[in-house]
């Protein structure tokens, strides 16, 4: 069974651009998660998709955004880039209908550079 | 703030050794689980102790949880230089009856494990 899946790996943009990252999560797995991680702040839940409803969404402005597909891929889209966006960008999938967080499954990460 | 505090934050053992990571958290959980990240990598699930278990085993890895000081420890025995990664705890955001949060995970600071060839 293929993993999840993430593109880009790497990504340089400039402050004030846009950015696309895509997850394909494990076939079967309804439920998409997005982290943030930074040396700072560590690994930060952005929001997590499922049946594409967007079920949880953690603390982060609204330049931040996602969504699911219903093949269940899930994008994540970051506009008007700042400097402290720079991170790394996981993807987890999950079946997603446990009662309390079952194991996720992570994707490699896209790793984002804002200049 | 993190749920999850992990201690130490760096450790370095010679291959052989074993190696403890402890983790306290702050609020009721239904479930605690470590998860592995070699640099700049995805997270790999190792284990999950559910709130109602003690101790959990699985291969060279040993968990414990103590609900009444919220805080799990995870053992790694006969570390190899393969273990070389840092660990994560995390718990689940609502605690016991957040049915909605199965996706949402808040982790600890982590712990870099070196082991030494």
């Known amino acids: 069974k293929a993993g999840v899946t993430q593109t880009p790996r790497y990504l340089i943009k400039t402050r004030g651009q846009q950015v696309t990252l895509s997850c394909s999560p494990i076939?079967?797995?309804?439920?998409v998660s997005w982290y943030q991680q930074t040396p700072g702040q560590g690994l930060q839940f952005l929001f997590e998709?499922?049946?594409?409803?967007?079920?949880n969404k953690g603390n982060f402005p609204g330049r931040f955004s996602g969504r699911q597909f219903s093949n269940s891929r899930s994008e994540m889209n970051v506009s008007t880039l700042e400097l402290g966006d720079s991170a790394l960008y996981l993807c987890?999938?999950?079946?997603?209908?446990?009662?309390?967080?079952?194991?996720?499954?992570f994707g490699e990460g896209s790793r984002l550079t804002v200049l | 703030s993190q749920q999850g505090e992990e201690d130490p934050q760096a450790l370095s053992i010679q291959e052989g050794e074993n190696a403890t990571m402890n983790c306290s958290y702050k609020?009721?959980?239904?479930?605690l689980q470590w998860y592995r990240q070699n640099s700049g990598r995805g997270l790999v699930h190792l284990i999950l102790i559910r709130s109602n278990e003690r101790e959990k085993h699985s291969g060279r890895l040993r968990v414990t949880l103590d609900t009444s000081k919220k805080s799990s420890s995870l053992l790694i025995t006969a570390s190899r230089a393969a273990d070389t990664a840092s660990y994560f705890c995390?718990?689940?955001?609502?605690?016991?009856?957040?049915?909605?949060?199965?996706?949402?995970?808040?982790f600890g600071q982590g712990t870099t494990l070196q082991v030494k060839p």
């Open positions: 609020t009721s959980i239904n479930n």
């Open positions: 995390a718990t689940d955001a609502n605690g016991v009856g957040g049915s909605s949060n199965t996706g949402k995970l808040i």
């Open positions: 987890a999938s999950s079946l997603g209908t446990t009662v309390g967080p079952g194991e996720l499954f």
């Open positions: 076939s079967g797995h309804r439920s």
């Open positions: 998709y499922f049946s594409e409803t967007q079920r």
